[in-house]
């Protein structure tokens, strides 16, 4: 790429992010509306949008707000200094032209690295590139494309937009400090919910009474199988909770004998109208459905009246949302 093309990209990047921060969103998950169709889910970027854009970049945000994802799901880890970053692989070696865990890396020196570089998309030819290996290896600052810190992130992000930060790194409790400082020092508690598959940040983060988390995939797991196995509804979520599992996940029933065991493969379908009932039954609980990146999925999703999805492409769920909010009624499929 010539180097005025590359300076054009990054001017270019660095103009929307500003016009973004200085946007109007709605909403923020503390109790808000929504705006848009009511009918029909939310779309959260996951990971800022892994599909359109090298993931947990400000790059991808940049693509999150202009694609008007309705909340943005960001990875954290952990810097050897104690910054919070955003990134999901245990190795920088998956996304970066770097090696070796996130937490082996000063700040500092994962600014240095592109996020961008083994990202990969098809061009018009059907060959596979990697674009982002094109532009200059990012230096200390806003970058678009190095692996950026939490508070830049939400510095990029418009103050009412609600976002989501997946906690990745253990032990649990030193992010949890450190993270707890950002959205402390920048006044965002009221815009974040902590997630994290790992329920030691549910105690990580109960001592910080401003935090607001999903309630733990183990809770939310258990209900669900006990809907699917045994027609009962356990322990239905508590006042305004937010839970979040996979539309489809692909699991493994296991049933022991005296001799052993035999295990049985399934392509789970746990999000039905008996378990969201079971999640209401106490209160409204929200639900994100993990996963959803086709129109069918999407369609899914919002006959059964669930609040959010999770998709990895913003642009695309946009245009699935926009022809399916078209429809008057929605058309689902029979019961």
């Known amino acids: 790429m010539h ?37 029909l889910p939310h779309i959260v970027a996951h990971r800022a949008g892994a599909g359109d854009f090298p993931e947990n970049t400000l790059l991808a945000i940049e693509g999150a707000l202009r694609n008007r ?14 910054v919070p970053v955003l990134y999901r692989p245990a190795d920088l070696a998956v996304n970066t032209q770097g090696a070796g865990p996130v937490a ?13 570089w083994n990202f990969e998309r098809v061009d018009e030819s059907g060959a596979t590139r990697r674009p982002y290996r094109a532009l200059p290896v990012p230096g200390a600052g806003l970058q678009p494309l190095a692996v950026p810190s939490l508070r830049q992130a939400l510095e990029a992000i418009p103050a009412p937009l609600a976002v989501i930060l997946d906690m990745k790194a253990l032990p649990a409790g030193p992010q949890a400090e450190a993270v707890a400082r950002v959205l402390g020092d920048m006044h965002a508690w009221n815009r974040v919910l902590i997630y ?40 239905p979520p508590a006042a305004s909770a937010w839970t979040a599992f996979e539309l489809r996940r692909k699991m493994e029933l296991t049933e022991t004998f005296t001799l ?7 392509d789970a ?29 999407y ?28 429809e008057t009624p929605l058309r689902c499929a029979p019961r």
């Open 3 to 39: 180097p005025r093309s590359i300076a054009r990209v990054l001017c270019t990047v660095a103009a929307m992010l500003a016009a973004a921060a200085c946007g109007t969103r709605t909403p923020h998950p503390d109790g808000q509306p929504f705006a848009g169709d009511s009918r």
């Open 69 to 82: 994802a309705d909340m943005i799901w960001l990875t954290v880890q952990l810097s050897s200094d104690g």
């Open 104 to 116: 082996g890396k000063r700040f500092d020196e994962l600014q240095q690295l592109n996020a961008g």
């Open 196 to 235: 994290s598959t790992d329920a030691s940040y549910q105690k990580a983060f109960a001592r910080f009474p401003e935090a607001r988390l999903f309630e733990s995939r183990d809770a939310t797991r258990t209900r669900l199988a006990a809907v699917a196995l045994a027609g009962e509804c356990v322990e």
């Open 260 to 266: 052993g065991e035999a295990r049985s493969p399934v």
């Open 269 to 297: 379908r746990l999000w039905t109208v008996e378990s969201v009932r079971c999640f209401r039954s106490r209160t409204h609980a929200d639900i994100l459905a993990i996963g959803v990146d086709t129109a069918d999925d």
């Open 299 to 326: 369609r899914a999703a919002a006959c059964l009246g669930i609040d959010a999805v999770l998709t990895d492409s913003p642009r695309k769920m946009r245009a699935v949302k926009a022809g399916i909010g078209a």
